[in-house]
């Protein structure tokens, strides 16, 4: 079981996804099939993905898996993580992270710098701050994918990422990183459906819901 002290590391998975102001510099090839990999992701208003989340490294004896879901409003930078025992949740302006189990939430500003974390960015970190190369295909369970590995312009505290891109749907279907600590954090996408329906509500934490909450505010 994820310890606290992590904070499962699925959010620092999502967080540590993120980019500087310098544009990419790719292979033709990559470039070609993350643009159209932009263009219909940037076509929705809004996702929902299922997802499982693993960290691995077999150094410090870590092998760990669980499930998740997340709502993604990129257009007005809301989202909303859950995971575990955690959820994480903004409306574009603040950011809520709750912790189930201590029934407690902590409250932050959100960051709008260059280099600022962000979930509602994670299917487009490939924008911006990395250099893209394109792998080749592999078949599975009868799909085609397009595989293309991210290397980072700027320093970060992972070496590289690895996409996994369904050719057909056009859509990221697995995100490997690897960060320097040898850690390997694995995103895999289970279902991806756009569109979605769902209350402005979901995008805040109404602490009167909670009772008992421990509001933590940082801002």
Known sequence: MINKNRKIGLLGLILLLTFSDIYAQTDAQAKAILAGVSKKY?????????????IKNPQAKINETQNGTLYIKSKLNKYKVSVGTQELISDGK??????????????????????????????????KGFKSVYLGETKLNNRVYQN????????????????????????????????????????????????????????????????????????
């Open 94 to 127: 603040v950011q809520w992270t709750y912790l189930k189990n201590d029934n407690e939430v902590q409250v932050s500003e959100i960051d709008n710098s260059a280099s600022a974390l962000n979930p509602a960015q994670i299917f487009t970190i490939y924008e």
């Open 148 to 219: 293309i590995e991210l290397a980072p312009l700027a320093e970060r505290s992972f070496s590289k990422i690895k996409l996994r891109i369904d050719k057909v749907n056009k859509q990221i279907s697995n995100i490997v990183v690897y960060d320097k600590n040898g850690n390997v954090y694995t995103y895999l996408i289970k279902t991806f459906t756009p569109n979605v329906k769902v209350s402005e509500s979901m995008f805040s934490f109404d602490a009167k819901k909670y009772p008992g909450v421990d509001v933590v505010d940082l801002r």
């Open 42 to 54: 940037r076509s929705y208003d809004m996702v929902k993905a299922d997802f499982s989340y693993g």
